[in-house]
């Protein structure tokens, strides 16, 4: 099983001078995945730029190598010659997909559906994450699945000769579920259906529109949306495929600047897809002073300059409604509103348990280790703010192998007198590696601690 290598790696992050200046945030991880698997599938091929070169996007472009596309560095972009749909090779040793639960179950329903073994195994968090919610439909299409530990990983799956398609309604909000059945329907003949009663993420359905699948989407009165994709069609590489910049990594130095006095940021090129813009949705209500700057169109997406402030904050409920548009991005809101006068209430967090970490308890205990007054329920939290918040920190974070709660709580340690550490910032490679040089050239103060213990 992959692990982390070595030992952990302490930091933490304490209150210095105001943040100013301007960054750019590294490529969009739900993109870059895609544009991995997305151009090694199709025929033809895709040229990359702005892809994000994290550890878990890493891991996607080696699994669709050993599944026969060919990946090559040219200067700032990737080239990606891709197999042709339904002419994957069988992969000659297990798929190791690290951290990234991304990765893992689209890469399931891209490869499940062929007639061959494909093994997937992953670090520590991937191997307790669940996987019958990817499982599940994929058996239903006549995939056999052998796994050691219920439906965790390590696991093999062998397709059947013909896949069925199906119709299936997706049982939580999950782009990740939605996107592995629309991927193993690519192999089956006829049309696979998918219903999504929340819609979530959009970008499965929009970048295989692109790479010339025949799919159609309806959104009914209610807000049901149904995907139908028509099987084993050809998909052609794009020439020209640009990743914008991740939001749910732009969340970090939004937050940062939102709750340290003085500051005053811009953030560039950062994605504003309504189903991921969520947090600044929310920060907007809570008070902040964001402005969004040049705003225009970008590798088929909306993007903008976003200009952050520090100003007062207040608590505010956050709808349920609004929880897939800023799923990845609680932990980061969970921080700012350490900093809101009154409460801030966070409900329908259930998919929070099975992510990286769980990361409603992980959150719940970082913020209890740095005095910060909330309140964990089964699927919500509240956060009781303190805009001077003097009392705060000097708290060692568990990060759980989770780069988000490294990220968000480092960002907290920088509104504190105190500082704030976390146990271990290995992670935080997985989905921006830049992250450290780009907030101490803010003016952030990020330093190695000493190891617990
Ligand atoms: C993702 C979907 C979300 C999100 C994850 C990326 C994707 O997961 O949390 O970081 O790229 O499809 P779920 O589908 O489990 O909600």
Known sequence: MADHGGAARPLTARAGSALKGSAKVPGDKSISHRAFLFGGLASGRTRVTGLLEGEDVVATGRAMRAMGARIERDGEAFVVEGVGNGCLLEPEAPLDFGNAGTGARLTMGLAGAYDFGTTFVGDASLSRRPMGRVLDPLREMGVQVAARTGDRLPLTLRGPRVAAPIEYRVPMASAQVKSAVLLAGLNAPG??????????????????????????????????????????????????????????????????????????????????????????????????????????????????????????LVGVTVPESRAPSMIDEYPALAVAAAFAQGRTVMVGLEELRVKESDRLAAVAAGLAANGVAHEEGRDSLTVTGDPDGRGYGGGTVATHLDHRIAMSFLVLGLACPKGVTVDDARMIATSFPEFESLMAGLGAVLEPAKPAG
């Open 191 to 312: 049309v696979t259906t998918v219903i999504e009663p929340v819609m979530t993420r959009d970008h499965t359905e929009k970048m295989l529109e692109g790479f010339g699948a025949r799919i159609e989407v309806t959104t009914d009165a209610a807000g049901t949306r149904t995907i139908r994709l028509e099987g084993q069609g050809e998909l052609t590489g794009v020439a020209d495929f640009t990743v914008p910049g991740d939001p749910s990594s732009a969340a970090f130095p939004i937050v940062a600047a939102a709750i340290v006095p003085g500051s005053d940021v811009t953030v560039t090129n950062v994605l504003m897809n309504p189903t991921r813009t969520g947090l600044v949705t929310t920060l907007l209500e809570m008070g902040a002073s964001i402005e969004i700057l040049n705003p225009r169109r970008s590798g088929g997406e909306d993007v903008a300059d976003l200009r952050v402030r520090h100003a007062p």
